[in-house]
């Protein structure tokens, strides 16, 4: 089946500055995807070429099987887009708004239904503006589905929100994933993307870094466990079996070693310290978190 | 049941005019400069000048002043209050976000436009009715016609010149201040507030460059007991038009729907 976003070789030049600097990206009917990226890493950039917002200024792209620059009103029909900065319309209540997008569509999804979907039965009939920040943005959401949509952009949808909101908006988010719609997300925080996304791309200084699912992105199946523990006193890690001595990473009080094959590590250690009668009460084993592996990835352009 | 949308784009254009009117009808601040201030013009000018002869035609104040202060409701309505509205709308993303709909962006700016069409109608009325009850001014029967015809091509071409002049703007705080730069100094050349003939010729000769000029000379027209005919005055309705044209030829050239300050 056609790719519903496909991206190839896409660059858009501000002044002597690549923001984009040749990507590729393919999304498939159904996937939830998430651009992940430090601010200025050229997300929001990319996401405006997609929308038709943006022109670029070389690769090709087709979204849904149309190129964005020359998006019709057909096209707009099949495309939800929750912006990055948009505000509830000035006088009118939730209802109120989604009546108004829904006369834009030819098949609009159910008013109602559309407000229980982002949870805002309550506030239907308050002002948009006066919507906290949290209940605004699904209120975006909602309008962005109110033309019931087979793509919907999420660009920073829970930038600046306290962590009960953000739970919440992911809630809904998840929710589209039961709609069979495909989403494209772009986020800056690692924990979203790992929450929601069925596959991620990293994308920093206007090159993707690293793509995956959120258990394999950046070799992160592939990476080291580390292993931490205190010896006793009078106890270095000179003394430690050579198999250990050769992991070993560091000796700050505590030895770190690091290990690709954990568990035959940990046996050996757990043997030599029976063996002496030493227990290891802080003993740590950990593969690194995908922050560690973003960080990692996105490090160079600190 | 159909959608607008499915009814084709006029029963889009009427959809969105139908929201603009309830939101401007519940900002505050939009109703109390165009539909209130006005009104206060109105009955402060008849206060002070009441029964003296004024203009050219040496009609009484309160005669002079109901089609004077109509072209102020008209130019609220259609230019202030759009303008103020646009940029706002502008810099929070809405007309973006409404871009991102399938809606084609003439409608859009069509079903604003009938709305401002709707209030300055409104307005107007409103100033003729108290002109009629409490000062007794009666507008001739056989020039409402021209006095219709002259509002709504007022009207629309203020909403044209307001998207224009929006592109100059580029927040939302200087909104206010750039129209009332504008608009101030021409009501006051233009035989809004000031009858015409007691201004020195050469700032008669400015004020008839600009649009405002012609909307109340055409209203003052159409008010004058002595006019024949529907009272429609060509010269100024076209000056108007043509001011309206320019405003659209403009917009369309320069409009943005997006955010200024967020345009990196």
Do not use: C
């Not at chain 1, 770190?256 to 043997?271: F, I, Y």
């Not at chain 2, 709305?115 to 409104?122: E, K, M, P």
């Amino acid at each position: 089946m056609e790719p519903v976003v496909s991206v190839r070789g896409l660059r858009k030049r501000y002044g002597q500055v690549d923001a984009v600097a040749g990507i590729d990206l393919e999304i498939e009917r159904g996937e939830i995807f998430a651009f992940l990226g430090p601010n200025g890493a050229g997300k929001t950039t990319t996401v405006e070429i997609l929308e038709g917002f943006r022109t670029r200024t070389g690769g090709e792209v087709t979204v849904l099987g149309i190129d964005p620059a020359h998006g019709d009103a057909a096209w707009r029909n099949r495309v939800g887009a929750v912006l990055q900065e948009s505000n509830a319309e000035p006088g009118l209540t939730v209802r109120e708004s989604l009546q108004l997008y829904s006369g834009y569509y030819l098949e609009p999804r159910d008013i109602d239904e559309t407000i229980a979907l982002v949870g805002l039965e309550e506030k239907a009939d308050t002002l948009g503006p006066q919507l906290s920040g949290g209940q605004r943005r699904r209120l975006d959401v909602a309008l962005a589905l109110i033309g019931d949509p087979e793509l919907v952009f999420l660009d920073e949808p829970t930038t600046g929100f306290d962590p009960s909101a953000r739970r919440n908006a992911w809630d809904v988010i998840d929710g589209l994933r039961g709609l069979g719609k495909t989403v494209f997300l772009t986020t800056h925080y690692m924990d979203e993307a790992e929450q929601l996304a069925d596959r991620i791309a990293v994308i920093a200084g206007g090159r993707i870094v690293a793509e995956g699912t959120p258990g394999t992105l950046g070799g992160r199946n592939l990476m080291a466990a580390t292993i931490r523990f205190t010896l006793p006193a009078g106890t270095g890690a000179d003394d430690l079996p050579p198999e250990l001595r050769a992991q070993l990473a560091g000796e700050d009080g505590r030895v770190t070693l690091t290990s690709q094959t954990p568990l035959v590590h940990v046996g050996a250690l757990a043997e030599w310290a029976l063996a002496r009668g030493i227990d290891l009460p802080d003993l740590d084993v950990r593969r690194p978190t995908l922050e560690d592996v973003y960080l990692e990835l996105t490090r160079s352009d600190a | 049941m159909k959608t607008p949308a499915a009814r084709g784009p006029l029963a889009v254009v009427l959809h969105q005019a139908r929201f603009e009117l309830r939101s401007f009808l519940r900002n505050r601040q939009a109703r109390f400069f165009t539909l209130v201030l006005p009104l206060l013009f109105l009955v402060i000018f008849v206060a002070v000048f009441g029964n003296d002869k004024v203009g050219a035609l040496h009609l009484p104040a309160k005669v002079y002043y109901v089609p004077g202060i109509s072209a102020l409701a008209v130019i609220a309505a259609s230019f202030v209050n759009l303008v103020i509205s646009i940029t706002v709308l502008r810099e929070e993303g809405i007309l973006k976000r409404r871009r991102a709909t399938p809606v084609p962006a003439w409608v859009l700016i069509a079903g604003r436009t009938l709305t401002a069409l709707g209030v300055s109608l409104a307005s107007v009325v409103v100033l003729l009715l108290l002109g009629r009850f409490a000062y007794g001014v009666r507008i001739p029967a056989h020039t409402i016609p021209g006095l219709a015809i002259t509002v709504v091509v007022g009207s629309i071409s203020f909403s044209a010149l307001a998207y224009a002049f929006s592109t100059a703007i580029e927040n939302e705080d200087a909104a206010q201040p750039m129209v009332q730069a504008v608009m101030l100094p021409l009501y006051f050349i233009s035989g809004v507030f000031i009858p015409a003939v007691n201004l020195p010729s050469w700032l008669s000769h400015v004020a008839q460059v600009f649009p405002v000029e012609h909307l109340s000379g055409g209203l003052h027209h159409a008010f004058a007991p002595a006019t024949t005919g529907i009272g429609i005055v060509w010269s100024d309705l076209g000056v108007v038009a043509l001011w309206g044209a320019i405003g659209l030829a403009f917009a369309l050239a320069r409009f943005s729907w997006l955010p200024k300050a967020a345009s990196a």
